[in-house]
């Protein structure tokens, strides 16, 4: 069975800089394209950003130049370093398996199927 643990969410100032890690179980990461979904308030939830299992990555128009998604197939982890938070990045961040069109391209019609508890990410202005 697939497991997600996000982590590394926190309280910090517009303007700073937080570190998130996605570790998986029951995969090998090397073999999946994986995505960080955020869910803010009032909206659904939404692809930021999704690292493609040949070492490509894509970035939502809202955190491209500022976040980077990478991956430790070797650890299973994949992370996101968000870099100049502002306050419309707060919310709840995720990690799943990458599915369905994104940016043009197809990453397959399914997910892991469930979601982990997600970590929280909170920008004071």
């Known amino acids: 069975q697939v497991q997600v643990v996000e982590s590394g969410g926190g309280l910090v100032q517009a303007g700073g800089s937080l570190r998130l890690s996605c570790r998986v179980s029951?995969?090998?990461?090397?073999?999946?394209?994986m995505a960080w979904h955020r869910q803010t308030p009032g909206n659904q939830r939404e692809i930021v950003a999704i690292?493609?299992?040949?070492?490509?990555?894509y970035y939502a128009d809202s955190v491209k130049d500022r976040f980077t998604i990478s991956r430790n197939n070797t650890g299973n982890t994949i992370y996101f370093q968000m870099n100049n938070l502002n306050s419309e990045d707060t919310g709840v961040y995720y990690c799943?398996?990458?599915?369905?069109?994104?940016?043009?391209?197809?990453?397959?019609?399914?997910?892991?199927?469930?979601w982990g508890q997600g970590t929280q990410v909170t920008v004071s202005s």
């Open positions: 029951g995969v090998r990461l090397r073999e999946i394209s």
């Open positions: 799943n398996k990458a599915s369905g069109w994104y940016q043009g391209i197809w990453f397959g019609d399914r997910d892991f199927g469930s």
């Open positions: 690292t493609q299992l040949n070492g490509m990555t």
